[in-house]
C-alpha cells in the first residue's frame, strides 16, 4: 500500500518557522522526485516546491522562494520542508506528491497536514 504521511503542520506567528516532513511506503522512493503543494481556502492549489531524486536540486516557487528549503533522506525515505519568516498567505494545508522521474503529473498525493500562520 502506497503512503505519503504529512505531519509538523500546526499554528506559528508571523515571522516564525515551522519543519514539515512526509514519511513515504510502499514505492520506490528513490525513483520519484518529490513536491509539496498547498491549498488554501476558497484558493486554488498551488505548487509550493520539489527536490530531485538524490536531493541535488530544488525548486520553488516565488511565492516562497528565499523562505522555504527542501531535503530528503533517501535512506529514511522522508522528505522535508522547511518553512521560516513564515507569512499569514502561507496558511494552508500543505501535500507531499509523488512524481516519477520521467513521467508527467503526481502519482502520489499525501492526506496534507495544515499550516495556519496568525498572530
Known amino acids: 500500500e502506497v503512503q505519503l504521511q504529512a505531519s509538523g503542520g500546526g499554528l506559528v506567528q508571523p515571522g516564525g518557522s515551522l519543519r514539515l516532513s512526509c514519511a513515504a511506503s510502499g514505492f520506490q522512493f528513490d525513483d520519484y522526485v518529490m513536491n509539496w503543494v498547498r491549498q488554501a481556502p476558497g484558493r486554488e492549489r498551488e505548487f509550493v516546491g520539489g527536490?530531485?531524486?538524490?536531493?541535488?536540486?530544488?525548486w520553488f516557487a516565488d511565492s516562497v522562494k528565499g523562505r522555504f528549503t527542501m531535503s530528503r533522506d533517501n535512506a529514511k525515505n522522508l522528505v522535508y520542508l522547511q518553512m521560516n519568516r513564515l507569512k499569514p498567505e502561507d496558511t494552508a494545508v500543505y501535500y507531499c506528491?509523488?512524481?516519477?522521474?520521467?513521467?508527467?503529473?503526481?502519482?502520489?498525493w499525501g492526506q496534507g497536514t495544515r499550516v495556519t500562520v496568525s498572530s
Open positions: 506528491a509523488a512524481q516519477r522521474y520521467g513521467v508527467s503529473g503526481i502519482d502520489y
Open positions: 527536490i530531485s531524486r538524490i536531493g541535488s536540486s530544488t
